[in-house]
């Protein structure tokens, strides 16, 4: 029997003990505004749903997948929706693939808050690209995870390989 091996994230304790705002995040970017400076983290916008950057991401290029519809349900989502959230996270990784090279990639969704999700109230798809011995001493010992790259660049990067 093969030993599991636990993934430590302990720098996500300062998303999970902050106070949240008020409404829902995922909707705040229905519609781009750029006044506000988090819309940078937007990646792409299709017709039913849109790509961002995790702004607390397990690791870099950490992409979400949101429908514009506001639902923590996935039986809520008609055919139409839910194929074009399996079509962007297939764009997704070919884009991860060609800009950050990953050796591999966790791909899910977290239903309810005992399952993990941070939003309940609208679910997302988590795209997080995986390296051999990305998690490192650093977030263990010094309670500090180590991001080559800002998220604004990341963000930045990775739209330029969706397409316009």
Known sequence: MKKLKNLWAPWRIE????????????????QYNSTKPDEEYIIY??????????????????????????????????KEILYEISDLMVLSKQVLAKVMKPAGYNVGYNFGSAAGAGCEEHLHLHIVPRWIGDVNFMPV????????????????????????
């Open 15 to 30: 998303y999970i003990l902050s106070a949240k705002d008020q409404g829902c995040f995922l909707c705040d970017r229905k």
């Open 141 to 164: 010992i010094g309670d500090i995870k180590v991001m080559p790259q800002s998220l604004r660049d990341t963000a930045k990067i990775l739209r330029s390989e969706f397409p316009a």
């Open 45 to 78: 916008r299709g017709k039913n749903s849109f790509v961002m950057i995790n702004a607390y991401p397990y690791n870099s290029g950490h992409l979400l997948i949101a429908p514009y519809l506001h639902t923590g349900d996935i039986e809520t989502l008609n």
